[in-house]
């Protein structure tokens, strides 16, 4: 009885072993490398099926090592493994190698002639300004401060007066300096001596209505001022044509890549990497400044256009015919 019992143990034993053996027993999987959420990276797809690399680690130096790449893998399916995504049969690779029509083991890549090219893209996109920057002045002189002073507030305020008439209620109209100096004569060997103080008030007028422009100007010199510090024009709500002028470089760069490619016998496979390099912002025009005269003509003033610029780098993958 005891002689019985102990061979039908041992036969169960067998039996446990082999199916452990057939269990742990090695596979050999053929498919396409694709990337994955899971820590790691790399699966195997087959048909009907998707294989989590393990230790996709060791394979991390062999330039084969790419998306769309088919490989033949051998290794052992780890039943007992959790992810984290769970994105896939765990799968620990032992041995693991490109295919290629004909098994000369060359990555795909290499088969399909897959080269890069670095592009850049400019365009100059010309736009209308919106907004003028007037900075006018009222400038007095008298034998003593106090007369100059005087003087120029009186002047300076029928000149506030007439820009808010002419320029409308849009714009806006700001005190952007003022001073009050006295006037030296230099003669050699002598100290300087005062003979009178100049005093100077500024007027900012920002204006959106740009028509007003010589008008302001025709009133303001009216009123009592007699000096432009300076005229710009400028591009306020630029993004219109920020946003044209970045379109443009991109599908000039794009153009280059597609150049490139027919001219190496091949096509334009994907867009690797897009980087802006910038958008230039559109740089004000300036007029000259002048002394204000009386003027019997209205003044002309011709605002041009301006000028934004873009540039964007591009990297396309070309893929070349076999030769």
Do not use: C, H
């Not at 099926?49 to 893998?73: C, D, H, M, P, Y």
């Not at 952007?176 to 005093?199: C, D, F, H, N």
């Not at 096509?267 to 004000?284: A, D, F, M, N, S």
């Amino acid at each position: 009885m005891n002689r019985k019992l102990i061979t039908i143990l041992g036969a169960l034993a067998l039996a446990m072993l082999f199916t452990t053996q057939a269990f742990a027993k090695e596979i050999t999987v053929n498919g396409r490398l694709q990337k994955t959420v899971e820590p790691g990276g790399w699966i195997i797809a087959t048909d009907n099926q998707k294989f989590l690399i393990l230790n996709a680690q060791r394979f991390q130096n062999e330039k084969w090592l790419t998306e769309g790449t088919e490989v033949e893998s051998v290794g052992d399916i780890k039943t007992d493994v959790m992810t984290t995504y769970m994105e896939g049969t765990p799968f620990e690779v032992r041995t693991m190698r490109p295919l290629a029509p004909g098994g000369s083991g060359v990555s795909q890549s290499e088969l399909r002639g897959l080269t890069k090219v670095s592009v850049t893209g400019d365009s100059i996109v010309q736009a209308q300004p919106d907004t003028a920057i007037l900075t006018i002045s009222v400038v007095t002189q008298g034998r003593n401060a106090l007369s100059a002073q005087q003087e120029n507030a009186n002047r300076s305020d029928a000149v506030v007066r007439a820009l808010k008439s002419a320029a409308g209620a849009s714009a806006e109209i700001k005190t952007s300096g003022y001073s009050l100096q006295p006037m030296r004569v230099y003669k050699e060997g002598q100290p300087p001596t005062i003979t009178g103080y100049e005093a100077r008030n500024s007027v900012t007028v920002t204006m959106s209505d740009l028509t007003r422009v010589g008008p302001v100007i025709d009133a303001s010199a009216q009123a009592g001022s007699n000096d432009v510090a300076g005229i710009s024009f400028t591009l306020r709500k630029d993004r219109p044509a920020r946003d044209q002028a970045l379109a443009e470089a991109t599908r000039e760069a794009l153009s280059k890549a597609q150049v490139i490619a027919t001219a190496l016998g091949g096509k334009l496979v994907r867009i690797v990497e897009v980087q802006e390099e910038g958008v230039q912002p559109p740089r004000p025009i300036y007029a000259d400044q002048f002394q204000m005269k009386t003027m019997s003509a209205p003044t002309p003033i011709e605002v041009g256009t301006l000028d934004i610029t873009s540039r964007v780098q591009l990297v396309a993958e070309i893929e070349l015919s076999p030769r």
